[in-house]
């Protein structure tokens, strides 16, 4: 069969040159040869032959798995070179995330077909993904048209896929990054899989928020709406008006934007979900400042590691790797994840995932004070300065533990209400260096088992994990151990638990106010307010706080680590 020339330029084209995507800007890797899925007999849908890395194969494309097999002269059975040369190989239908028209172009602008090229998702060491191609080499053009088709067709039977995002980049994260990981990682991979998208850059601290909250829609081209306040129905401008142009936004929102995607740091991704959460309890008609038992997000959040610590990405990925998340956006990999809600006199705070009260609060209030720093200096600088005025804070604390009962979590699961009659709660109280409440493992570079290595993303329940006084030798210690293979809580001051919910009542409010003017950010701090990192975002809270998990409340773009370390890589990519 022939073969083009060396030196030539070759891209991949989707139908007559509409749409333009380079494949040879993917380099293609050789492919082993696995045993074929476990499967009963399945139905043929095409059979014909390609040139795949320079071998004429026979390719036979079913249900599940494209299967080629080189063709070779007649030998006999048994023959040394005959199982080598024949066996076959596969790939399944599920891993190919775009199918393109293979072209050569020459100066004078005539192009000459090549055959087809697939886009393909490969599973790699330590929960890595990456993108490759496989190339099925035929010149004519009744052929590859049949073939092309019968992929454009498999692949839009991939319903959970993603068609249009809506993007939100916050240009500020790490070290001003964001911006060029997204155009530079993210947004070819995006192209290459006809995703659209519709950006936009957020301008100051909780931009993405109000976007979301209040479904702004003006400024969205091509067929969205360009501004819904527009619409004759707000000109009367009653209340009533109002919740039905609200409720329009929402839903036409949905149908625009049916996902979204945070470039950012954890602040950012936290944010969001936040922003799609209160929004989810506003379409429910729920009062968003108290409720017992919220509504899942409709809209399933994808997060691009592009901040300083990416605690969120790394926990929901296994790994901090950009093409890794992306890929799982494109796939459409859901992962549901339990969610809290921070409350203080009844009244919401705010929705996340983790939360640290005492050094892990001072020391991130520290470090905004100090955002003129690069990130890695701030944080430097501000676990430094709390060390050395470490402080216990005067707390009680009262928690309901985990009850694993199996019909209890499948009622918490379904959304129901958790009945009271036999919380058992307990109270513990003293001085406390540092308490940490979290709903993910947290994993990060500085902890790669994570802060919290026994919760899962979805498992329904949170770790309490509280350090009581000591001195700051000991508490160094029981720092350093989250960066070893080591057991991080193997102390005698350091206690964990197992909970559904946490009350944080913290006593010592005058030594609080005292410490907290020198260390805040200059007005920020109220008086008698102590500070809280949650999910990187600094809270100031006058009294108690209330965390609650809520099973499953939100679908981020995923997959399970156990199930990616679980699962046969379906092509054996060197």
Known sequence: ????????????????????????????????????????????????????????????????????????????????????????????????????????????????????????CLKKEQNKLKDSTLDLINLSEDHCDIWFRQFKKILAGFTNRPKSLKILLNPQSHKKEATQVYYEKVEPLLKIAGIKTDVTITEYEGHALSLLEECELQGFDGNHVHNIYDIDILKSKSHESLSIVLKLG?????????????????????????????????????????????????????????????????????????????????????????????????????????????????????????????????????????????????????????????????????????????????MIQGQFLNVSIMAIPCLCSVAPRGLAPTTRLNNGSMALIIVRNTSRPEFIKHLKRYASVKNQFNFPFVETYTVDEVKVYPKNKTSAQSQEEEDRPNGTASENSFPWNVDGDLMEVTSEVHVKLHPRLINLYGESMEEMNDSKVTCNCL
């Open 1 to 120: 069969m022939p073969r083009g020339r060396r030196g030539s330029r070759v891209s991949a084209l989707e139908g007559g040159g509409e749409e333009e995507a380079a494949a040879a800007a993917v380099p293609s890797v050789p492919w082993a040869s696995p045993q074929p899925p476990e499967a009963a007999a399945e139905q043929v849908l095409l059979r014909g032959i390609f040139e795949i890395r320079r071998s004429s194969c026979d390719v036979v494309l079913s249900e599940r798995a494209l299967k080629w097999r080189p063709i070779q002269p007649e030998l006999p059975a048994g023959h040394s070179k005959y199982d080598l040369l024949c066996k076959e190989e596969f790939l399944e239908l599920k891993d190919i995330f775009s199918v393109k028209l293979k072209r050569r172009y020459f100066a004078s602008g005539a192009g000459t077909l090549l055959g087809i090229t697939l886009f393909i």
């Open 250 to 426: 929402i839903v036409l929102f949905d149908l625009l934007f049916p996902s979204v995607v945070c470039v950012g740091g954890d602040g950012s991704a936290s944010e969001v979900a936040h922003a799609l959460l209160l929004r989810a309890q506003k379409n429910a008609g729920m009062e968003t400042h108290s409720f017992l038992t919220p509504v899942r997000a409709q809209l399933p959040l994808g997060v691009i590691p592009a901040g300083s610590t990416n605690v969120l990405a790394h926990s929901l990925h296994g790994i901090p790797h950009v093409v890794t998340a992306t890929l799982h956006i494109i796939m459409g990999h859901i992962q549901p994840v339990d969610v809290c809600t921070f409350s203080s006199t009844g009244k919401l705070l705010r929705f996340g995932f983790s939360a640290m009260f005492g050094f892990g609060g001072r020391t991130l209030a520290l470090a905004e004070k100090h955002r003129w720093m690069s990130p890695n200096q701030r944080r430097d600088f501000a676990i430094m300065k709390a060390l050395a005025k470490l402080k216990p804070e005067d707390c009680e604390i009262s928690f309901l533990p985990f009850n694993s009962s199996a019909d209890l979590q499948e009622r918490r699961l379904q959304g129901s209400p958790k009945s009271d009659c036999n919380d058992q709660w307990q």
